[in-house]
Every structure is written in C-alpha cells, then in structure tokens.
C-alpha cells in the first residue's frame, strides 16, 4: 500500500465512519428517553428538538459531514452526547487498556505459533506432527467469543483462579508492584482467548515456510559442510521463514481488533471495544465514529507499515 493509496482509503473510511451510525434505528435523544424503553432520562418532545437542534443533528447530512471533516482537521473528535466529555479524553483513557490486551496477545500467539509450527517442520509427518495440527486447528476454529465464555466458565466461575470482570479489583488501593500484578491478573483470561484463537495462522505459516526451505538445496549444502543441526535450524532454515510472518502479524491485526470487541464485552473489560458497545447501545455518533476512526487508523497504519518493512527487508520486491 503506498502513501496514496493509503490516504484515499483514509478519506473512504471516513465517509463510512461518518454515516454508519446514522443509519442506525432512532437518534440518541430517543434512545435515551422513555420511548426506547429505557429508563437513563426522560424528555419531553420538546427537549428531544431543542437537543437535536443544539448538537446540528437537525442539519442536513451534508453540512454535518463537512463539520465533522473539519472538526478532525482540527483534531476534535467531537463531544459526547451520553459521557457528557469530550472524545477524544475519554478514548485516551480506554486505549491503554485495549493496547495491553492487543500488544500481549499478538506477542503471545507469535511465539506460541513459531515455537508450535517450528515443532511440526522438524517433525514433519510424525505423531507429534500430528497432535500438534490437530490441537492447533481446534483451537484457531473455535470462536473467541466462545472460547472466552468456556475459560471464564472452568477458570474463574468453576476454578476461581482468575477474576470474573473487569481490569483491576474496585476499592484494592493497590500501588506499584501490586496493582501491577492485579492488571495482569485480570488480563490474562482475555489475553488466553485471543492468543490461542490468532496463533493457528501462525503456526501454518511457519510449518509450511519451513517445510518448504528444509527441502531446498542450500540446505543440504550447509549439512554437507558439518554445520550443526541447531545453526541449520535456526539460523540458516528459520531467520528465512520469518520474512512471510511480518505480512501475517500486521495483517493479522485487523481480525485482533475484531477479536478484542467481543473479548471486552465477554470479560467486561474497560477498553475501547467495551466502550464501542456502550456507545452503540445509546446511539452516541461521536463517540462511535472516534472509536471507528482510532481503529480503522491503527490497522491501515499497521498494513502500510508491515508493506514499508517488507520492501526493506526483501531488496527483490523495492524493484517492482
């Protein structure tokens, strides 16, 4: 993806962004007055206009579009109708959360997947082979969501190992090295989840680019030399296996964001896809599109990254 391609699919995103929610059912005020059936407040007909009226949802759609263009070109994501904050200030209070889970589970399941496929390539076709492809493919085919609910079900409702909700335990008054370890406590049932459902991919990838390279003949020179079996391995016959992983691992964070939505709502996890579901739930279009955009963002940085380092790391590919 060059720098182009990349700000025109920018632009599409953000038109997307911009009327997705508003093609959901009612409006904010409605949703949030007795006539959705809930009971956050009640308004008036005439306070559900004068709301309207004071946010430009009365505007026509193309004006607000503009504003909302121009509200970004300033960096201001908008306000939110339900918090009662700016966007932009109570996003930057759930990313952290949602980077610890993302950042954590993709270093996990990348280890765990070229640990795994390494395993299978050096015995390939043998009974360890075998158990190992079939777990692997049990795992990468059960939903995350289900997965998430069978862990919380055995490891913190049956086993109570783990917490049921949330990041940190209310009222701890953890500091330092405690609070850090109540953090990570809560995390690692989410992290499990989205680590042995994103790992499969991995393993293939490096089961198959190893199987592959141990059949070339370079490698049989470098055994004909009296290299070690071990610098054959991971030197010569793994570091070549690893150019295919940087297209999989940002390619992969489209599906890890996805996954991170329905672990948050599972666990009841304070990051930005709880947050997405709450702004859902009360038609809140800002708050919507600025976690749209901060997503959206992130992956087409990520894929236009993961095209950049490949182009350094593979000279062949700077020619085309």
């Given at each position: 993806m060059?720098?182009?391609e990349?700000?025109?699919?920018?632009?599409?995103?953000?038109?997307i962004?911009?009327?997705?929610?508003r093609?959901?059912?009612?409006?904010?005020?409605l949703?949030?007055?007795?006539?959705?059936?809930?009971?956050?407040?009640?308004?008036?007909?005439?306070?559900?206009?004068?709301?309207?009226?004071?946010?430009?949802l009365?505007?026509?759609m193309?004006?607000?579009?503009?504003?909302?263009?121009?509200?970004?070109?300033?960096?201001?994501?908008?306000?939110?109708?339900?918090?009662?904050a700016?966007?932009?200030?109570?996003?930057?209070?759930?990313?952290?959360?949602?980077?610890?889970m993302?950042?954590?589970?993709?270093?996990?399941?990348?280890?765990?997947?070229?640990?795994?496929g390494?395993?299978?390539?050096?015995?390939?076709?043998?009974?360890?082979?075998?158990?190992?492809?079939?777990l692997?493919?049990?795992?990468?085919?059960?939903?995350?969501?289900?997965?998430?609910?069978?862990?919380?079900?055995?490891?913190?409702?049956?086993?109570?190992?783990?917490?049921?909700?949330?990041?940190?335990t209310?009222?701890?008054?953890?500091?330092?090295?405690?609070l850090?370890?109540?953090i990570?406590?809560?995390?690692?049932?989410?992290?499990?989840?989205?680590?042995?459902?994103?790992?499969?991919?991995i393993?293939?990838?490096?089961?198959?680019?190893?199987?592959?390279?141990?059949?070339k003949d370079y490698m049989?020179?470098a055994?004909?030399?009296?290299?070690s079996?071990?610098?054959?391995?991971?030197?010569?016959?793994?570091?070549?296996?690893?150019?295919?992983?940087?297209t999989?691992?940002?390619?992969?964070?489209?599906?890890?964001?996805?996954?991170?939505?329905?672990?948050?709502?599972?666990?009841?996890y304070?990051?930005?896809?709880?947050?997405?579901?709450?702004a859902?739930?009360?038609?809140?279009?800002?708050?919507l599109?600025?976690?749209?955009?901060?997503?959206?963002f992130?992956v087409?940085?990520?894929?236009?990254?993961?095209?950049l380092?490949?182009?350094?790391l593979?000279?062949?590919?700077?020619?085309?």
């Amino acid at each position: 993806m060059t720098i182009f391609e990349y700000f025109i699919t920018l632009m599409i995103i953000l038109t997307i962004n911009f009327f997705l929610p508003r093609l959901m059912p009612g409006d904010p005020f409605l949703h949030l007055s007795g006539e959705a059936g809930l009971e956050f407040v009640t308004f008036t007909a005439e306070q559900r206009e004068y709301f309207i009226a004071h946010y430009g949802l009365d505007r026509p759609m193309s004006e607000q579009y503009f504003r909302y263009l121009s509200g970004l070109l300033r960096g201001d994501l908008g306000f939110s109708y339900y918090y009662k904050a700016d966007v932009a200030a109570i996003i930057l209070s759930r990313i952290p959360w949602t980077l610890l889970m993302v950042t954590a589970a993709t270093f996990f399941s990348l280890l765990l997947g070229i640990f795994l496929g390494s395993f299978s390539a050096w015995r390939r076709e043998a009974w360890q082979d075998k158990v190992t492809y079939l777990l692997i493919v049990i795992f990468s085919e059960i939903p995350v969501f289900l997965l998430g609910i069978m862990l919380l079900i055995v490891f913190a409702a049956g086993l109570g190992l783990f917490p049921l909700s949330g990041a940190i335990t209310p009222f701890s008054g953890y500091t330092g090295f405690a609070l850090t370890k109540d953090i990570l406590h809560h995390a690692m049932l989410p992290v499990i989840a989205l680590s042995l459902t994103r790992a499969g991919g991995i393993y293939l990838l490096v089961r198959n680019s190893l199987t592959t390279i141990l059949a070339k003949d370079y490698m049989r020179t470098a055994r004909a030399k009296g290299l070690s079996e071990g610098r054959i391995r991971y030197r010569h016959a793994l570091k070549n296996a690893m150019l295919p992983l940087v297209t999989r691992v940002t390619m992969q964070l489209g599906g890890m964001v996805g996954g991170v939505v329905l672990v948050e709502n599972i666990f009841a996890y304070p990051g930005l896809g709880r947050l997405m579901q709450e702004a859902v739930f009360v038609r809140d279009y800002p708050l919507l599109q600025g976690i749209f955009l901060v997503l959206a963002f992130s992956v087409l940085t990520a894929n236009l990254l993961a095209d950049l380092l490949y182009r350094f790391l593979d000279p062949r590919i700077r020619e085309i």
